[in-house]
Nanobody
Framework: QVQLQESGPGLVKPSQTLSLTCTVS??????????WSWIRQPPGKGLEWIGH???????YSSPSLKSRTSISRDTSNNQFSLQLSSVTPEDTAVYYC??????WGQGTQVTVSS
């Protein structure tokens, strides 16, 4: 069974870049037809889709975050990553990685604060 695990700093300063990595086990990120997503949940709010990278390496991002979002992958380590630039306290959230919204990581808290 596929498993996902997020990793990265829990605290980021305003205006800096948030960087997270999702390590996947139990399946390859290049397997045909799978989509690998980043989703977040700010405190007291619902889930927000950030973007995804497909099995072929194509990326798509939410229009509201697209200008600040970069999603990439490292196939040799079976990982995919999120970079969110110019963060503000409004980017404080639990960040999740997921495959096809069926398999999820446990989530990682990221706080934006000076």
């Amino acid at each position: 069974q596929v498993q996902l695990q997020e990793s990265g700093p829990g605290l980021v300063k305003p205006s800096q870049t948030l960087s997270l990595t999702c390590t996947v086990s139990g399946g390859s990120i290049t397997t045909n037809s799978y989509y690998w997503s980043w989703i977040r949940q700010p405190p007291g709010k619902g889930l927000e889709w950030i973007g995804h990278i497909t099995y072929s390496g194509s990326t798509y991002s939410s229009p509201s975050l697209k200008s600040r979002t970069s999603i990439s992958r490292d196939t040799s380590n079976n990982q995919f990553s999120l970079q969110l630039s110019s963060v503000t306290p409004e980017d404080t959230a639990v960040y999740y990685c997921a495959r096809d919204f069926l398999y999820w990581g446990q989530g990682t808290q990221v706080t934006v604060s000076s």
